[in-house]
């Protein structure tokens, strides 16, 4: 007698759960829009009903954008100092202004790339199945 497998439980696929998600768009569909705003998770995915409110990025994304412009600002920033010999006023207008832009752009898309993560190995509740209703209070009279 061969059992087979809920269709809840079958293989999610990360990258492209990661791709969907980072492009802002639900990870289970790809049609519905991730956020309702700059980086607040919609609970619901607007095409295809599937809860959204599990996720739990958290300061990951903020942590992530840190590293990754803090890694890409140091080395342009030694190598244009060592290039021109700008002052340190344009350094510090030039590269600040270029971090916050950078970070800005970058902090959406990984947030979205962290939810679709959780997604696809159904972390933090994304694979429990949804909860039945809660029963009805008895009347009191």
Request: aromatic share 6%; hydrophobic share 50%; proline share 9%.
């Amino acid at each position: 007698m061969s059992e087979t497998i809920p269709s809840d439980l079958d293989e999610r696929p990360t990258g492209l759960a990661m791709k969907r998600a980072s492009l802002g768009r639900c990870p289970a569909c790809g049609e519905g829009r991730l956020f309702t705003s700059f980086l607040k998770v919609a609970d619901h995915c607007p095409a295809c009903g599937e809860a959204l409110h599990h996720q739990r990025a958290d300061d990951g994304p903020a942590y992530l954008t840190i590293l990754i412009v803090s890694h890409l600002g140091a080395p342009l920033l030694m190598a244009s100092y060592m290039a021109w010999r700008p002052s340190a006023m344009t350094m510090l207008l030039a590269f600040g202004l270029g971090a916050v832009v950078l970070s800005l752009a970058m902090l959406p898309v990984i947030k979205g790339g962290m939810v679709g993560l959780q997604w696809a190995r159904r972390m933090h509740g994304f694979g429990l199945p949804a909860a039945p209703a809660a029963p009805a209070a008895p009347a009191t009279t």
